[in-house]
């Protein structure tokens, strides 16, 4: 079954930096575009990044353009999200997600890692 | 990119039927069938229940329906249930190439 487990959430000072990482197994990785999804404690979603199967497109939120990268390792299965310049106000559960294919949605998610920002 | 707009609360007692909005633009969830729904319990990720608009994926109740009129979209639960209780989000993608979440909706079984 799809299986997509976050890891590299942490404490971080603003200004700081972070790489979240997605491992992905029980589909075939190199067939979906994915998406990474926050939320905030207390708050709602708020979608963050999708990159194309083969990593050839990445779409930002206007809130994290120029300070995330979205990225994808096809041959390890792999879904990663660098965040620099981090700020107070991008404190939240990280949530990797699968794109389901041929439509616009999210099919299967992540439990999502804990990234707090704070000094 | 603002959020689409859904009620903060809805309430409804077992068995009945309810029925949540989602209103956005036409730069999003008039412009294209590509709306979703999800549930999200306490400390959960959120589950899909709704995509396309109407489409259940499996393992979904049919209790669960979705429409969508101009630029407002609704997800219908019928025969409302105890599990039913949790929070509820539409989504939907943008002109933009992007995507966009409702602002979510508590549902509360009386």
């Given at each position: ?57 990445k ?17 390890e ?18 949530y ?17 890692t ?6 | ?85 949790g ?24």
């Open positions: 079954q799809v299986q997509l487990v976050e890891s590299g959430g942490g404490v971080v000072q603003p200004g700081g930096s972070l790489r979240l990482s997605c491992a992905a197994s029980g589909f075939t990785f190199t067939t979906y575009g994915m998406h990474w999804v926050r939320q905030a404690p207390g708050k709602g979603l708020e979608w963050v990044a999708f990159i194309r199967n083969d990593g050839s497109n779409y930002y939120a206007d809130s994290v353009k120029g300070r995330f990268t979205i990225s994808r390792d096809n041959s299965h792999t879904l990663s999200l660098q965040m620099n310049s981090l700020r107070t106000e991008d404190t939240a559960v990280y990797c997600a699968k794109h389901r294919g041929s439509t616009w949605t999210l099919d299967y998610w992540g439990q999502g804990l990234v707090t920002v704070s000094s | 990119q603002s959020a689409l707009t859904q009620p903060a609360s809805v309430s409804g007692s077992p068995g009945q039927s309810i029925t949540i909005s989602c209103t956005g633009t036409s730069s999003d969830v008039g412009g294209y069938n590509y709306v979703s729904w999800y549930q999200q319990h306490p400390g959960k990720a959120p589950k899909l229940m709704i995509y396309d608009v109407s489409n259940r994926p499996s393992g979904v109740s049919n209790r669960f329906s979705g429409s969508k009129s101009g630029n407002t979209a609704s997800l219908t639960i019928s025969g409302l249930q105890a599990e039913d209780e929070d509820y989000y539409c989504s939907s993608y943008t002109s933009r190439s992007t995507y966009v979440f409702g602002t979510g909706t508590k549902v509360t079984v009386l």
